[in-house]
T-cell receptor
């Protein structure tokens, strides 16, 4: 079974530029998550989708971050404009459903460096 | 609000020695608790989880964890560490509704030969 795919793996941009990350979850997984992991910290949930609807985006900085999950499969996370403090690894995860007994499977992440 | 504290940022252990990683949580109801491992350049991999029942849970790679409600702790242990266990370990608590995970800050484990 293929795992969660993310691209690109690495991205370097200058502040005020825009950037987009892509995630392809495990086939059949209804729930998709985007986490931000700043160096030296644990991952922090940015947004959670159930199919193509948003379950939780309470920690998403909506003035600069946006995410969508069209057709309830792939998802993109966008930052516009980027700030220095957005430098982090962005992890995508998916689970069969949004109950706690469903394991979240994580992708390898996209490492973003903002100069 | 739920929170997780991992008091040890770094731990160095000799290969073959035992390992214990501490985790303390704050959650208003019965917690769903997880331990994940993250190797360099890799995503997070689930080691074990606790939802209910036996407070000593077994996981993959020879790890186990014990849930102690009175101490709000969920410490991870391994009797004999291998060099391949060098990684960062994260404890997390899950919400009953929505499966949102809140992670601790992580503990980096270094294994000496």
């Amino acid at each position: 079974e293929a795992g969660v795919a993310q691209s690109p793996r690495y991205k370097i941009i200058e502040k005020r530029q825009s950037v987009a990350f892509w995630c392809n979850p495990i086939s059949g997984h209804a729930t998709l998550y985007w986490y931000q992991q700043i160096l030296g910290q644990g991952p922090k949930l940015l947004i959670q989708f159930q199919n193509n609807g948003v379950v939780d985006d309470s920690q998403l900085p909506k003035d600069r971050f946006s995410a969508e999950r069209l057709k309830g499969v792939d998802s993109t996370l966008k930052i516009q404009p980027a700030k220095l403090e957005d430098s982090a690894v962005y992890l995508c995860a998916s689970s069969l459903d949004k109950v706690p007994s469903n394991e979240q499977f994580f992708g390898p992440g996209t490492r973003l460096t903002v100069l | 609000a739920q929170s997780v504290t991992q008091p040890d940022i770094h731990i160095t252990v000799s290969e073959g020695a035992s390992l214990e990683l501490r985790c303390n949580y704050s959650y208003g109801a019965t917690p769903y608790l997880f331990w994940y491992v993250q190797s360099p350049g890799q995503g997070l991999q689930l080691l074990l989880k606790y939802f209910s029942g036996d407070t000593l849970v077994q996981g993959i790679k020879g790890f186990e964890a014990e849930f102690k409600r009175s101490q709000s702790s969920f410490n991870l242990r391994k009797p004999s560490v291998h060099w391949s266990d060098a990684a960062e370990y994260f404890c997390a608590v899950g919400a009953a509704a929505g499966n949102k995970l809140t992670f601790g800050g992580g503990t980096r484990v270094l294994v000496k030969p």
